[in-house]
């Protein structure tokens, strides 16, 4: 059974960084896609970012372009979300997910597993 564990949410001020961690175990991490979704308060999530198996490949969402960055480290079974430039409107609950194949995805469908998600809040 796969298990995803994010950690590294917090509250910080507008203009602020965070970084947050997502912990994978139960199949081979080095094999599959990994990526960031966020969901506000009254709102449907959306993808933030996504990697491919190798970390050589990204793709992110318009609104985070520029002031995220998605990478991965197989050899520790984590992906990460280097997050700067954080405004308010990137409040939300963080979820890491874990596709069926390598290639990167950014849509729900294409993610099989799922964290339970951390919280960002970010102060204006």
């Known amino acids: 059974q796969v298990q995803l564990q994010e950690s590294g949410g917090g509250l910080v001020q507008a203009g602020g960084s965070l970084r947050l961690s997502c912990a994978a175990s139960g199949r081979t991490f080095s094999s599959y896609a990994m990526g960031w979704f966020r969901q506000a308060p009254g709102k449907e999530r959306e993808f933030v970012a996504a990697i491919n198996w190798s970390g050589r490949s990204t793709y992110y969402a318009d609104s985070v372009k520029g002031r995220f960055t998605i990478s991965r480290d197989n050899a520790k079974n984590t992906v990460y979300l280097q997050s700067n430039s954080l405004k308010p409107e990137d409040t939300a609950v963080y979820y890491c997910?874990?596709?069926?194949?390598?290639?990167?995805?950014?849509?729900?469908?294409?993610?099989?597993?799922w964290g339970q998600g951390t919280q960002v809040t970010v102060s204006s």
């Open positions: 997910a874990q596709t069926y194949s390598g290639s990167y995805a950014y849509t729900e469908s294409e993610y099989n597993y």
